[in-house]
């Protein structure tokens, strides 16, 4: 259970999504409909907005979906309902303690509104994960796109929703989504031809939040019909799923020790999923095994010493 808040920030009316970390910097950036607000973790216990700029220009309803630091914490990456992404370079200003960004690149070259962003651990190359069915890979530095991935054949195809580099560097791992019906995962190797390696069926219905753990050794799943799931990225498979909310879930994320799967949904439910793996055969065998030999010595070693 919740039992003290560290952090807390009154947002008033504001409806405040999509949070996304900097452990490095202790900064977190979030999406408040077509603008992005860069909170400072103070020692105060308070989220204090240290920076907040327009970054979705959509001419009807702009909505930012998605913002993504990386590593070090001094770039951001945004995009949403335009379709375009945004690429900040982030500049303390020491005299008022806040952050200016300032735009590094605007990439114009999805369809359709971006659901998923993502920095490679180097920093050097950017994914986005689009409803227009594509996932792509642009370079940092110059904004080149450099692949686009689709999934499906012409009879369905898929709109991606998120996407992830492993923190081994060998895979980018993407969710797909079909307009209703099945979900998916798949691992791309990180070559040339980004081949897929393995695609998994994660869900009976569409993905609606997908997060990373810190080091890269699960991720965190919630569907829009309640299930929230853990992905063990090792063994490529479900560890462990739990339907928890009558509504879609909106959020998922790890605890800090990553022992559990945090998820959330609009009617002020949360739920915590164990992240435990179960027990195998093997793992058993081996338990009980080790357990009868330390009852052997222990039978042998009271013997010795009584009689």
């Given amino acids: 259970p919740l039992k003290k808040i560290l952090f807390e920030a009154d947002t008033k009316d504001e409806i405040i999504e999509n949070l996304y970390p900097n452990y490095k910097r202790d900064l977190i950036c979030a999406s408040s409909e077509g603008d992005c607000l860069i909170y400072q973790l103070s020692p105060k216990s308070e989220l204090a907005v240290i920076c907040r700029f327009k970054s ?4 009807k309803e702009p909505c ?6 990386n590593s070090a914490g001094d770039k951001i990456a945004c995009g949403g309902d335009d379709s375009v992404i945004r690429l900040y370079k982030l500049v303390d200003d020491r005299a008022t303690g806040k952050i200016n960004q300032a735009l590094i690149h605007e990439i114009r070259s999805h369809t359709g509104p971006i659901n998923g962003l993502d920095f490679s651990i180097d920093g050097k190359l950017l994914c986005s994960a689009s409803d227009d069915k594509t996932c ?9 796109l450099l692949r686009k991935l689709t999934f499906g054949d012409t009879k369905l195809s898929y709109k991606f929703f998120s996407c992830h580099f492993s923190k081994c560097e060998k895979y980018l791992i993407t969710t797909q ?5 099945k979900a998916f995962l798949t ?12 695609t998994v069926n994660i869900a009976d219905n569409p993905v609606s939040a997908a997060v990373m753990q810190r080091e890269g050794l ?10 929230a799931k853990i992905f063990n990225t090792r063994h490529m498979e479900i560890d462990s799923e739990v339907l928890c909310h009558d509504m879609v879930v909106k959020g998922v994320s790890f605890t800090d020790d ?3 799967l945090v998820s959330a949904a609009p009617d002020f439910t949360y739920h915590f999923l164990p992240n435990v793996r179960p027990e195998g055969w093997f793992s058993l065998i081996t338990k009980l095994w080790v357990l009868s030999m330390f009852l052997i010595w222990l039978a042998m070693f009271l013997k010795d010493k009584l009689f």
């Fill in 136 to 144: 792509r890979l642009f370079s940092v530095e110059k904004g080149d």
């Fill in 187 to 198: 691992f791309w190797r990180m070559n040339e031809n980004m081949d897929p390696v393995t």
């Fill in 258 to 260: 990553s022992r559990a």
């Fill in 177 to 181: 989504n079909p307009d209703r019906g």
């Fill in 218 to 227: 699960f991720i965190g799943i919630g569907t829009s019909d309640g299930y």
């Fill in 56 to 59: 979705d220009f959509h001419p």
């Fill in 64 to 69: 930012q979906r998605i913002a993504v630091f």
